[in-house]
């Protein structure tokens, strides 16, 4: 399911994926209340070719876009794209064989090449270097709450499983990040393909920079509103490891999603006594034989490995008795 963003990818990416299908295949186009010349150039292609079927609705975004889209999918598998990015040419045919031969896997992405190199910055090139070492199921719900683990744009599911999860949604952060937490809370798997098989582009100005779904802020909503569920359902006293900035706004919005912690952990010797939002901040020693679970929101550079290493010292289990956030 190809997402254009203006006119000028229509007519070429249209045309390319009629010549890769058989003659019996339909091409459905959402025109999600175009206002540039995409509806003329649709018309003049559809009259050209009984294949090409446009549905028009009025503007309301990618989400219902995505949604109507799938409304028209008949098949098993649906795989999505951006028409700005550059899938290798193998990349369908590798992910419908891991589909088939791993029929316990719900979504499967693959490894990714950020280009041009030329725009990246040392973000979005630790970026790029986190998402590819996460390929087995394990390694992805490990770190599902740190960032998206997987680029939208790379992945293939399973048609049923996203329609029973009910399609894409717009909970007031980014849409795949939030079905990729629903596909978490559900007890399914995402895995990739360990090749390189999408080529995604970064520009100045990408929805992904600039659209407030996408903020730090909107990501700590998403991340505080799937938390307070599924830990919510344990039962077990809420522990946040991190008084710096990212734990502080992550604790706001637990709170705000009815997920208060008992405490707040930090190493600051200047914050330890202290208190924040209420809550006593206490050092790490503190969480020896505690029965609760540590959330770690902690996102300067190299943290998260070092509060893992010293929570498994303490004697806690990842996924068991605690997680990262950050």
Same mark, same amino acid.
Request: proline share 5%; glycine share 8%; charged share 25%.
């Given at each position: ?155 293939? +599911?399973? &048609?049923?499983? !996203?329609? %029973? *999860? @009910? ?138 490995? +070092?509060? &893992?290493?010293? !929570?498994? %010292? *303490? @004697? ?11």
């Amino acid at each position: 399911m190809p997402v254009y963003n203006s006119a000028s990818t229509v007519e070429a990416a249209v045309l390319s994926i009629l010549r890769q299908t058989m003659q019996d295949f339909e091409l459905v186009v959402v025109d999600d209340g175009s206002i540039d010349q995409t509806p003329e150039i649709l018309d003049n292609l559809s009259k050209q070719d009984a294949r090409i079927i446009v549905h028009r609705t009025p503007h309301t975004g990618l989400v219902s876009a995505l949604n109507e889209g799938l409304k028209f999918c008949s098949g098993e598998l649906i795989a999505r794209m951006d028409a700005d990015d550059i899938s290798h040419r193998c990349r369908l045919a590798e992910q419908v064989d891991f589909m088939d031969s791993h029929p316990e896997i719900s979504v499967c992405s693959s490894l990714v090449r950020i280009f041009p190199r030329s725009n990246l910055l040392g973000g979005m090139v630790r970026y790029e270097q986190w998402l590819n070492s996460l390929v087995s199921p394990e390694e992805i719900a490990r770190d599902i709450f740190v960032e998206s683990p997987v680029v939208h744009p790379s992945v293939m +599911l399973r &048609r049923r499983e !996203l329609e %029973e *999860l @009910g399609g894409y949604r717009d909970a007031g952060w980014v849409e795949d990040y939030d079905l990729w937490l629903r596909y978490h809370l559900h007890g399914k798997q995402i895995a990739k393909v360990p090749r390189t098989l999408l080529f995604w582009r970064h520009t100045v100005g990408r929805v992904t920079m600039t659209d407030p779904r996408c903020s730090v802020e909107a990501f700590l909503r998403a991340k505080a509103h799937y938390l307070s569920i599924l830990l919510g359902e344990l039962g077990e006293p809420i522990v946040v490891w991190g008084a710096g900035q990212t734990g502080r706004r992550l604790l706001k919005h637990l709170t705000r999603e009815g997920l208060v912690p008992v405490a707040v952990v930090d190493i600051d010797p200047k914050k330890i006594g202290g208190t924040l939002r209420g809550l006593p901040v206490v050092a790490p020693d503190w969480l020896v034989g505690k029965d609760v679970f540590v959330i770690a929101a902690v996102s300067s550079l190299g943290a998260r490995g +070092l509060i &893992r290493q010293r !929570l498994q %010292e *303490l @004697g806690y289990a990842e996924g068991r008795d605690f997680l990262c956030a950050a």
